[in-house]
């Protein structure tokens, strides 16, 4: 029985494939421009809150999606919304 030999491949327009290598790296993340990031005022005593419910509900998806931790999800979050 013969062993596996890999398939080998020869790159003939290397502008293209360049280009392609680049964009496995590409990320494209919408925020909708709509969505409310601060808190409205409750109303109640204590502290009010600093961040709406649809921020946190969206900082924790992008944190379970990618498997960061807490502080590198911030850290990641601002640098997004800078871009905006």
């Known amino acids: 029985m013969s062993s596996w030999t890999p398939t080998t491949y020869k790159t003939r327009n290397w502008a293209e494939y360049n ?9 494209l993340i919408w925020f909708d421009p709509e969505m ?21 509900q969206a900082c924790l998806t992008l944190k379970v999606l990618f498997g ?15 871009r905006v």
């Open 36 to 56: 409310s990031w601060e808190a409205e005022a409750s109303g109640r005593r204590g502290r009010q809150k600093t961040y709406s419910d649809a921020a946190i």
């Open 68 to 82: 960061l931790p807490l502080r590198q999800t911030t850290g990641f979050v601002e640098s997004l919304l800078k």
């Open 19 to 27: 280009h392609s290598l680049k964009q496995r790296g590409s990320l």
